[in-house]
């Protein structure tokens, strides 16, 4: 098994985009289902701190932003091609990216 799961947090009016951005990249496909994803909703929390230019909020002021966490698996070769789309399509200035490599079955004995 050559997979990875992908994590990255987006406002919720951008969810959407994104997992269709994720899915048409190569991300979320199960066997024959393809653009799989899950996601949970929460809020996201930061401070813009000086020289930057945030997307929501004001520079030095707590900011909170009802956020999607979103989810996918993601072949090991497709991870450049996905990672480019989530940057190409993500509104924040400084993106959440998680990546974790996924053991098979057999790896864990």
């Known amino acids: 098994m050559n997979l990875v799961k992908i994590i990255t947090f987006v406002p919720i009016k951008d969810a959407n985009k994104m997992r269709q951005a994720m899915g048409d990249a190569g991300a979320g496909v199960l066997g ?10 929460g809020i996201g929390r930061f401070i813009p701190g000086q020289g930057t230019q945030p997307t929501i ?52 004995g």
Do not use: N
């Not at 024959?32 to 909703?41: L, R, V």
């Not at 520079?59 to 996905?82: A, P």
């Open 57 to 108: 909020g004001k520079v030095g002021k707590l900011t909170e932003v009802e956020e999607e966490r979103i989810e996918v698996i993601c072949d090991k070769e497709k991870v450049k091609d996905v990672v480019a789309a989530i940057k190409k399509t993500h509104p924040y200035e400084e993106i959440p990216l998680e990546i974790y490599k996924l053991l098979s079955e057999d790896e864990i």
């Open 32 to 41: 024959k289902y393809h653009h799989a994803s899950f996601s949970t909703k």
